[in-house]
């Protein structure tokens, strides 16, 4: 993981093991040796490492393009969410069933067995056996996590 000098806003003073900025009474940020970079004790001033976000995201994977029917599984932390997608889903807490949500206008409502419309969120619940149908005609984004 890169890392950036950032100045850390604040005035510091060195203590045993960081930099502390007292902020109220009872109440002082602290700042670990390892994560400071530089500092000046006539000024207070301390710098600090930060992470390079900008750096971390064009690292990531490509995003994917979806040109036929079916799953485009991704991990949010290392990949891009697939373009080109009808739906997304998301598979519920006990497994039984998923949620798809539509990603464009113009797609045809869903219907037929095991296929439930929310009005209010605007997405469907579908069984697994309908959501296999289902992923056999569109293509789906599924974002997953690595726990």
């Not at 060195?14 to 000024?43: H, L, W």
């Not at 992470?51 to 393009?65: L, Q, R, S």
């Not at 079916?70 to 969410?81: C, D, L, N, R, S």
């Not at 373009?83 to 807490?93: H, I, K, P, R, V």
């Amino acid at each position: 993981m890169a890392a950036i000098e950032r100045k850390i806003p604040g005035t510091f003073s060195k203590v045993p093991g960081g930099y502390a900025q007292q902020t109220g009474p009872n109440t002082q940020i602290f700042i670990p040796d390892m994560c400071a970079s530089s500092f000046i004790p006539e000024t207070g001033e301390l710098n600090g490492y930060a992470p390079d976000y900008e750096a971390m995201e064009a690292a990531k994977a490509p995003a994917a393009v979806a040109d036929k029917p079916g799953v485009y599984a991704y991990y949010y932390e290392t990949q891009h969410a697939p373009t080109g997608c009808d739906f997304s889903a998301e598979l519920a807490y006990y497994g039984k069933h998923y949620f798809l949500r539509p990603l464009h206008d113009g797609l045809p409502k869903l219907h037929g067995r095991g296929i439930t419309y929310d009005e209010k969120d605007g997405s469907y619940t579908v069984t697994k056996r309908a959501y296999e149908q289902i992923k056999a005609q569109y293509k789906i984004s599924l974002e997953m996590c690595f726990d």
